[in-house]
């Protein structure tokens, strides 16, 4: 590990570090409170668990995997397979249980316009179901047993 990894000489003005946090919430949540308040709702409908927080922080998680599978991917749909695929790697995280949820909440944030209305809870779990009855792409084994 080196001195840099620690970041201990690294140095940020205020206004660049507000500038940054700034940058990060119009990403996490471009519609402001209104949107991160609804998504929570959600939350609290589909879960029913008390550390929303959390929730939050598995949610962006897999917003920010899913905008870089979208990215690297020809269509929708093997983006949603890739970044399923990509899932797999937070097990700590994120179970695969719960990987169709938050997946389809994505999703719904994708498609909402300033008006944050967000599917229902019963429309969500609907997509939910689609999700886990789609095909997941295998990852190919490297060795093959004879």
């Given amino acids: 590990m080196a001195l840099g990894d620690f970041k201990l ?34 939350f609290k409908e589909l879960i029913r668990k008390p550390y929303i927080p959390m929730c939050l922080t598995v949610y962006l998680t897999c917003k920010e995997l899913f905008e870089w599978t979208l990215k690297n991917s020809e269509s929708h749909e093997e983006a949603i397979n890739k970044m399923i695929n990509v899932v797999k790697g937070y097990e700590q995280l994120l179970t695969p249980a719960e990987t169709p949820l938050y997946l389809a909440l994505v999703l719904a944030s994708a498609e909402i316009d300033e008006n944050c209305e967000y599917p229902s809870a019963d429309e969500i779990r609907t ?15 490297l060795f093959k047993r004879k």
């Avoid at 940054?20 to 519609?31: D, G, I, L, M, R």
């Avoid at 997509?127 to 084994?141: A, F, G």
Wanted: glycine share 2%; proline share 2%.
């Fill in 9 to 42: 000489f690294q140095y940020k003005s205020k206004n660049q570090r507000d500038r940054e946090e700034h940058e990060y919430a119009v990403w996490a949540f471009p519609y402001g409170d209104t949107q991160k308040e609804k998504l929570c709702e959600l």
């Fill in 127 to 141: 997509r939910i179901k689609e999700l886990e009855d789609m095909r997941i792409v295998k990852r190919s084994k």
